[in-house]
């Protein structure tokens, strides 16, 4: 089934842990976006990729990096983790072939930084 | 710069009633304007969306209406259930992103 796939879903770390945070799709889509949503809050968007070996900042400032070796996978990693890191991040993905470039959603890793 | 503003922040409403959320956006190179429902602990689906050609659109109990020329665009939903609580976002695109609202959070009492 067509769809996104994030892991972990739940993270708790340590501070100064480097961590990646995983993202992949089956839906055939070319661009992909990270965001970061506090609970029910605005999300944000930190980082978003048109297509394999493109990515650019959104407009959160972000300490995090992002990769795009392959279609379906854009992993976000963070080299030092930080308490003000923790948050919730959705990663989502949409298609540059449909006209309104809809964007459908993962669900989402919860990161905890003690 | 580019932003949408969402209003209410928080809406409450008996079960049966209407609910309405309006959001306003800055970029007249807006086209498309989709909403998203986040229940809780669950990733934003969307419901429904509009695209700067069509001023109404409808799906069973919700509908949206765009205004082009004030930048304002609404989310309808009439008969509310108590599966609506959640929290709902409204967003405009923009070339390689979309920019969100803050989101609504709607409360329907039985």
């Known amino acids: 089934e067509a769809d996104i796939y994030q892991t972990p879903r739940y993270l708790v770390i340590g501070t100064g842990k480097k961590i990646t945070l995983e993202c992949s799709q089956t839906?055939?889509?070319?661009?992909m976006y990270w965001y970061q949503q506090d609970p029910g809050m605005e999300l944000h968007l930190i980082h978003y990729?048109?297509?394999?070996?493109?990515?650019e900042k959104g407009d959160l400032s972000s300490e995090s990096t992002v990769s795009r070796i392959r279609t379906e996978h854009f992993p976000l990693t963070l080299e030092s983790a930080r308490p003000s890191h923790t948050s919730q991040y959705l990663c989502?993905?949409?298609?540059?072939?449909?006209?309104?470039?809809?964007?459908?959603f993962g669900p989402g890793t919860r990161l905890l930084v003690l | 710069g580019e932003n949408v503003e969402q209003h209410p922040s928080t809406l409450s409403v008996q079960e049966g009633d209407s609910a309405v959320i309006k959001c306003t956006y800055s970029?007249?190179?807006?086209?498309?304007f989709p909403w998203y429902k986040q229940e809780l602990g669950k990733r934003p689906q969307l419901i429904i969306d509009?695209?700067?050609?069509?001023g109404e659109k409808k799906d069973q109990r919700i509908a949206v209406t765009l205004n082009k020329t004030a930048k304002h665009f609404s989310l309808h939903i009439t008969e509310t259930q108590p599966e609506d609580s959640a929290v709902y976002f409204c967003?405009?695109?923009?070339?390689?992103?979309?920019?969100f609202g803050q989101g609504t959070t709607l409360q329907v009492k039985p």
């Open positions: 989502a993905s949409s298609s540059r072939n449909t006209p309104q470039e809809t964007q459908y």
């Open positions: 839906m055939g889509h070319d661009k």
């Open positions: 990729s048109y297509g394999v070996n493109s990515t």
């Open positions: 970029d007249s190179a807006s086209n498309y």
């Open positions: 509009i695209r700067s050609n069509v």
């Open positions: 967003a405009a695109s923009l070339p390689g992103k979309l920019i």
